[in-house]
């Protein structure tokens, strides 16, 4: 069983950065992909990026070149780094890790960009 804590969030006028991170625990066996996602009220849950255990990542269109995930295998810790914040970026983010093709979720971390 694994066990996720997130951390980070909170409230950022447009073009702040806020970075996001997200502890696994419980586990002694390395993690395999770990991600974020995110959803804002009304809107469907979306990935935002992913890194995987070999450090490969993808983003979504929108957060390109904004943000950039990453990951510490040693602490089984993945971080998300969120530049240049836009009001769109509003949401509550949750991290999802896999292991054994099984998914684990944190219990999301809101983040407000207003000015």
């Known amino acids: 069983q694994v066990q996720l804590v997130e951390s980070g969030g909170g409230l950022v006028q447009p073009g702040g950065s806020l970075r996001l991170s997200c502890a696994a625990s419980?586990?002694?066996?390395?993690?395999?992909?770990m991600s974020w996602y995110r959803q804002a009220p009304g809107k469907q849950r979306g990935l935002v990026a992913v890194?995987?255990?070999?450090?490969?990542?993808n983003y979504a269109d929108s957060v390109k070149d904004r943000f950039t995930i990453s990951r510490d295998n040693a602490k089984n810790t993945v971080y998300l780094q969120m530049n240049s914040l836009k009001p769109e970026d509003t949401a509550v983010y949750y991290c999802?890790?896999?292991?054994?093709?099984?998914?684990?979720w944190g219990q999301g971390t809101q983040v407000t960009v207003s000015s």
């Open positions: 419980g586990s002694r066996v390395s993690i395999d992909a």
């Open positions: 890194v995987s255990a070999g450090g490969n990542t």
């Open positions: 999802k890790v896999l292991q054994w093709g099984i998914a684990y």
